[in-house]
């Protein structure tokens, strides 16, 4: 059986899973390519601008972020 989707998406960063969840939301059918084979169990720190955060509050994982991270300002 063969699966279509309307957008494929490559690369299961934050960016990308950011994207497939919000066309979800949509109803717009994607698939996510990533290329490692497993995952990653190192720590990160993660920038984002105000259009970011914009971003992750559309698809609703902004308030989680917040609530879950130290936030630093200049």
Known sequence: MEKVEDIVIVGAGIAGL???????????????????HSLRITG???IAWTNAWRAL??????????????????
């Open 18 to 36: 950011t994207t497939s969840l919000g066309l979800q939301k949509l109803g717009v059918r994607n698939l996510v390519l990533e290329s490692s």
């Open 44 to 46: 990160f720190a993660f």
């Open 57 to 74: 509050d559309a698809v609703g994982l902004g308030d989680s972020l917040r609530q879950q991270h130290k936030q630093f300002y200049s």
